[in-house]
């Protein structure tokens, strides 16, 4: 709603009253209980707090990746609207906002999309503007259709302003893993690359890279699990985050704040996004997490910093849907626990409610 192109059209209501107004809407269907907010709920509190002037909204829902995908570029090429849509197999909502394609998206053309601009509501409380490769956005975000029972299985979900046109969108495919990762070093240098062939330091609100005391930290090395089945695998997706951050702005106890992450495929350096915290986050260091685990399993920190298997990772969770915010999976003592950015512990990775 704050997206509406007329900044007189945009009326701010506060979240207790959008959440009460998506639970009274949720479809009533037995099929469909279970979801925190679904399509029918969204598209209901749209209509009923903030209509658009002279249209409504209307729930898209499709088979069809690539016409879902057309659905939402062509009318947001038209009237300069927002699309709410469900990412992750159903399991979280985000609002896209922006798009990049080699031709204009009108009826009758097939565009390439090069890249998408979203807005994320996590981490909680801060919320992400994500910058994605096309490529990536269609072999992570986009991967697969609503995964729960009920009135949208098996199909691709938005939220759009007026009717559909018919029409695709083609994503170039990209190979998510390779023979060999990539050190830090050559992350960073292909973050730069990035920044410098994709002009992202012009892109708003990615300018704040120009600044001269916005510096870069150690890249981060990030572990991809789509899903439980992926757990055993060793020959999975991994992705750098390159982390960047004002050298003088600290929070609690002297930790290191960061505002923006740039993402990097671990195995070839290709670009896969770049992402600004709506407020200013913290990292949690790999020793702390493990202390968080010590703790909870009454074992000598010491022993825990010589034992314990810890890396960085991500799915698609209870815990998180943002790729520039994973968690710690430790493995000590035969345990496995999960630590997230916040110093949350977890005994297993929990699936989403539906439409988080």
Known sequence: ??????????????????????QANNSTLPADAGWATDPIGLRETLRLMNPPPGGTWNVHSKTSRAEILFDMLY?????????????????????????????????????????????????????TTRFRSAAYWDNHEWKGPVKYAGSWLNDYVAII?????????????????????????????????????????????????????????????????????????????????????FKWETGMCRTKLFRLGIIVNAYNGQFEEIGIFHKPVSYLPKEEAISIVTKALNIPLSTALREADAYLMYRPSDIT????????????????????????????????????
Do not use: C
């Open 321 to 356: 849907h943002n790729q520039l915010y994973p968690f710690w999976r430790i493995i000590l003592k035969e345990k496995t626990l999960y630590v997230d950015q916040i110093g949350t512990l977890y005994n297993k990775i929990k699936p989403s409610v539906p439409g988080d």
């Open 161 to 245: 302003e007026p009717p559909e046109k018919r029409g695709q969108i083609i994503v170039k495919e990209v190979d998510l893993i390779g023979e060999k990762i990539i050190s830090p070093e050559e992350a960073v240098r292909y973050a730069s690359i990035a920044i410098r062939e994709l002009a992202l330091n012009k892109k708003e609100p990615y300018t704040i890279l120009n600044k001269k005391d916005f510096k870069r930290a150690a890249p981060m090395l990030v572990r991809v699990e789509f899903s439980p089945e992926m757990e055993k695998e060793e020959r999975v997706p991994y992705y750098y985050i390159v982390p960047y951050g």
């Open 75 to 127: 009318w947001m090429n038209q009237n300069n609207y927002p699309v709410a849509t469900l990412i992750n197999d159903g399991d979280h909502w985000v609002v896209v906002i922006g798009y990049e394609t080699d031709v204009e998206p009108v009826y009758g053309s097939t565009p390439t999309l090069q890249n998408i601009t979203y807005h994320d509501p996590e981490p909680h409380w801060v919320g």
């Open 1 to 22: 709603m704050d997206g509406y192109p007329n900044s007189a059209d945009r009326i701010f209501f506060p979240q207790v009253n959008v959440w009460n107004t998506i």
